[in-house]
């Protein structure tokens, strides 16, 4: 039996490989940004280490290692293996797998089937795998980058065990150039700030970073930040506003502005129309920017990415991509926080496990008599009625303690908001203690 975690030893062809082919990892030690699910107790790695599989949906983004993980399955197991791209077939393809499948059943070998973009079959598709995994007729690994609850059937959903891979971070990509360094015997030609620029426009995607690390380990003279800019353009795929190139440059869109980089952002900008991307998707995502980035560091920053959206489908292109223009470096120039962000998710949390806890009796309206009698309303303080326009009386749930969620930053108007807060805390604990 092999050492199923061992280094292993990438051997080149004859004919070059890509660079990410060859770094492919084949033992679970050597996939990165995963620990979750290849780490000590981790669900993949018990699979491994038992030997028993299940079928599986494996949910991530794009080069985040789910065919590499499929892979690394599919060699530790007794099963025969058979790969397939929901792209490229049909029902009729399934029918041979399956049929395929239950002679080699009989003959007492059982089939692991990996089907890449899974989400890709409609839903009579789907369908079809159904009995051949309820019977374990095969073992199914499905990989897909949409949101299987959303792409994947429920049925199907429910023989199958979803496996969530994260975006690769910094370390993780870090970790795959220092591999490229390895193999190829060469330190990538960069400057500090372009290879952590390379990180940056790789947004998680390993693949990507391979690819571009490819391209640089050409290059005879070190690159900074604009020359690797101008070669990774040049040198790039089409851009694709159904596929991988999509989700790169709005990525790359969207960490510019919340970096406060105009420069790049308004770049980015122009890469994603002259590709064709609907200008209406980018005004979209601006507006969740506006939101989600900025807040209420700056409360204006959402009625301008609002109207320049309105304004746009008003003149349409070209015209009205300068309005888009214009929000955009104002998104960027604007101070940042994520403060409601944050404060928005912990509540919604707090409010999914304490769901059964009813408002505080005083702040409930009494319309009857009976109502009134069993103490709705009573102690109700109209905070109008207080010299300071505060009652600070406590309008959470009985036995839920007070909780910050929101706690504002030191910039822009929220330095504003937090000298209110802090106010009213003071006096609350004056009133109440």
């Known amino acids: 039996m092999p050492d199923l975690f061992a280094q292993d030893v990438v051997n080149d062809d004859i004919m070059p490989r890509p660079l990410a082919d060859r770094l492919r990892p084949r033992v679970l030690d050597d996939v990165v940004g995963q620990a979750h699910l290849t780490g000590p107790g981790g669900v993949l790695r018990r699979m491994v280490e038992q030997r028993k599989m ?3 949906i494996l949910w991530g983004p794009p080069g985040c290692g789910k065919t590499t993980l499929a892979r690394i399955l599919a060699d530790h197991t007794d ?8 792209i490229f077939s049909g029902v009729a393809d399934l029918r041979k797998v399956f049929d395929a499948a239950r002679l080699r059943r009989q003959a007492g070998r059982g089939t692991l089937l990996f089907v890449d973009e899974i989400h890709r079959f409609n839903k009579s598709q789907q369908d079809a795998f159904l009995p051949v995994v309820e ?3 095969i073992i199914l690994i499905g990989a897909t980058t949409e949101n299987p609850s959303f792409e994947l059937n429920a049925a199907l959903m429910s023989r199958a065990q979803l496996t969530v891979l994260k975006r690769l971070d910094d370390d993780a990509i870090d970790s795959l150039l220092r591999r490229a360094e390895k193999e190829t015997g060469r330190r990538l030609p960069l400057t500090e700030a372009a290879r952590e620029a390379l990180k940056a426009m790789a947004d998680g995607d390993g693949r990507y970073a391979l690819t571009m690390a490819e391209q640089v380990l050409n290059q005879e003279d070190e690159l900074d930040v604009e020359s690797l800019s101008a070669l990774v353009s040049r040198r790039a795929p089409l851009y694709d506003k159904a596929d991988d190139g999509h989700y790169n440059l709005i990525s790359a869109l969207h960490k510019s502005v919340r970096g406060s980089d105009p420069q790049a952002a308004l770049y980015w900008l122009c890469r994603m129309l002259q590709g064709g991307e609907d200008p209406r998707f980018i005004a979209r995502r601006m507006v969740r920017m506006a939101s989600e980035d900025i807040g209420l560091a700056d409360p204006q920053a959402l009625q301008i990415a609002l109207a320049a959206w309105e304004t746009y ?12 223009a214009q929000a955009l470096v104002y998104l960027a120039a604007a101070p940042k926080s994520n403060a409601v962000y944050k404060a928005y998710n912990s509540a919604r949390q707090t409010a999914r496990d304490t769901g059964s806890l009813m408002p505080p009796a005083h702040i409930l309206n009494a319309p009857t008599r009976l109502m009134k009698e069993a103490g709705y309303g009573a102690g109700y303080q109209y905070d109008h009625d207080t010299p300071e326009g505060f009652s600070g009386q406590d309008y959470f ?3 839920l303690k007070r909780r910050d969620f929101y706690s504002p930053v030191e910039r822009g108007f929220e330095r504003e908001i937090a000298k209110r807060l802090e106010y ?3 006096l609350r604990e004056k009133k109440h203690g």
């Not at 099963?79 to 929901?86: D, L, V």
Request: zero cysteines; charged letters at 30%; glycine letters at 12%.
């Open 313 to 324: 489908e008003r003149l349409g292109s070209p015209e009205g991509e300068l309005t888009l």
């Open 424 to 426: 009213w805390d003071k």
């Open 135 to 137: 019977d374990g007729t």
């Open 397 to 399: 749930p009985e036995g």
């Open 54 to 56: 299940s079928s599986i």
């Open 79 to 86: 099963t025969h293996f058979e790969q397939i791209s929901a």
